[in-house]
């Protein structure tokens, strides 16, 4: 393989990598600036999974050679079940005043076994196969551009450009927008919020649902370029999304940049063997398998002392409280 080649495949690894845990991080953005932590993002991300490739599986045609429509509705299967996952969480944690942290880690123990007894109760077995129809070969045009079109328009997947939609959205509604001033006042001082007229709980609620959507989209894209079938697990990306919100500081341009940093070291991680300055190392396989996770510990390690987190984020909100 020759460098430019090299280098074109790994940033398609990386995109692979990458995407999955920009659009989660970011659902976890919407929920922790209205005040929630949804630390449930990973038990929503299997169940996402499972209810898009589950439809997949039940309608899709094995024979068509391509499927961008179907994928885009296993798309929204993904988020209205996220939406639904969600909502559990959202009650618990604003009507209920329950701990946010043992509300989410109760879905996320949920999530995967409810998805292998409906996957069983289905189909016979917990692996739930697909046909992958959906890469792209080349985009018209913007593929036949040098470099940057075999990086980014050939051999690609319609969820990569999904995903930096969702940034640019987020981004937009956060910061420019009404809805994203009341969210952010919300999780910052949510007395102040209700004193001129927010409904805090109405906008935690909205800000849990949208995490709750892109949690669950994030589980399907996570899936879709990487297998064929899905296996009630999603290797803990929402948890390395929850590292990627920390270390991006609560902000949708930095979270970029944190998404990419670690989708690199598990593209290192994933593809060591074709690199041959790795490979010359001659460094054991599970050396290279632990480096995604070792620089979570490590980046964490500087970062959290200067975290940023929203005022309110985690506290129960009581309307009659001042």
């Known amino acids: 393989m020759s460098g430019l080649n090299l280098v074109i495949f790994i ?6 990598f990458s995407v999955p845990l920009l659009i989660v991080a970011l659902g976890g953005l919407f929920a922790e600036r209205s005040g929630i932590v949804n630390i449930a993002l990973d038990g929503t991300m299997i169940i996402g999974a499972f209810t898009g490739i589950m439809f997949l599986h039940l309608f899709q045609n094995p024979e068509a050679a391509s499927e961008q429509g179907m994928l885009l509705l296993a798309l929204l299967v993904s988020a209205v079940t996220g939406v639904m996952v969600s909502l559990v969480h959202a009650y618990a944690s604003i009507n209920m005043k329950a701990d946010q942290t043992i509300s989410g880690t109760a879905i996320n123990v949920f999530a995967p076994a409810i998805s292998i007894f409906v996957a069983r109760l289905v189909l016979g077995v917990q692996q739930v196969p697909f046909a992958n129809h959906f890469a792209i070969d080349k985009v018209p045009v913007l593929g036949d551009i040098p470099v940057i079109g075999p990086m980014f328009f050939q051999k690609c997947y319609l969820t990569t450009y999904i995903g930096f939609l969702i940034l640019a959205v987020a981004a937009v509604a956060l910061y420019k927008t009404r809805f994203g001033l009341r969210l952010r006042a919300c999780g910052e001082h949510p007395q102040a919020a209700d004193s001129v007229g927010i409904n805090v709980y109405r906008m935690r609620y909205a800000g849990t649902l949208i995490s709750g959507a892109l949690a669950g989209i994030g589980g399907l894209v996570f899936v879709i370029p990487t297998s064929t079938n899905f296996n009630a697990t999603v290797s803990g990306y929402g948890f390395l999304a929850l590292a990627v919100l920390i270390f991006g500081q609560w902000k949708p341009g930095r979270i970029l940049f944190a998404a990419l940093f670690f989708g690199l070291m598990k593209t290192i991680a994933a593809t ?26 490590v980046v964490l390690a500087f970062t ?12 129960p909100y009581d309307k009659g409280e001042r």
């Open 11 to 16: 940033v398609q690894q990386m995109m692979s």
């Open 272 to 297: 060591y063997s074709v690199i041959p300055g790795l490979v010359a190392l001659n460094i054991p396989s599970d050396i290279y398998k632990m480096i995604p996770y070792i620089a979570t510990l």
């Open 304 to 315: 959290a002392r200067n975290s940023q987190a929203p005022r309110a984020e985690g506290i």
